[in-house]
């Protein structure tokens, strides 16, 4: 059974910087396309970014220039430096694999405060 442990998600203040991390289990990570997602208070969840197996990278709009996806497949790990950060970044981040694993895991909640 798949699963994704978000974490390193926390309170900070505009313009400062926080590193996510997603640790994933039970499927061949170095196969798997991975992508990031955020969903805001009241908001469906929206994608943010994604990283190819050879890590090619894509990123929304809203974070081009301030966000970094990278991912370790020794450690089975997914990352998403975030810096520059806004109080519209505010939200819980998940991860999960393109296509989507049917389970989500818990997210990391990120507050960004002015």
């Given at each position: 059974?798949?699963?994704?442990v978000?974490?390193g998600?926390g309170?900070?203040q ?7 991390s ?19 208070p009241?908001?469906p ?17 809203s ?5 970094t996806?990278s991912?370790d ?10 810096n ?7 939200g ?6 393109i296509?989507?694993f ?9 507050t960004?405060?002015?």
């Amino acid at each position: 059974q798949v699963q994704l442990v978000e974490s390193g998600g926390g309170l900070v203040q505009a313009g400062g910087s926080l590193r996510l991390s997603c640790v994933v289990s039970g499927t061949i990570f170095t196969l798997k396309p991975m992508a990031w997602y955020r969903q805001a208070p009241g908001e469906p969840r929206q994608w943010i970014a994604t990283i190819s197996r050879t890590d090619i990278t894509n990123y929304s709009e809203s974070v081009k220039g301030r966000f970094t996806i990278s991912r370790d497949n020794a450690k089975n790990t997914l990352f998403l430096q975030m810096n520059s950060l806004k109080p519209e970044d505010t939200g819980v981040y998940y991860c999960n694999a393109i296509p989507n694993f049917s389970s989500w895991g818990q997210g990391t909640q990120v507050t960004v405060s002015l």
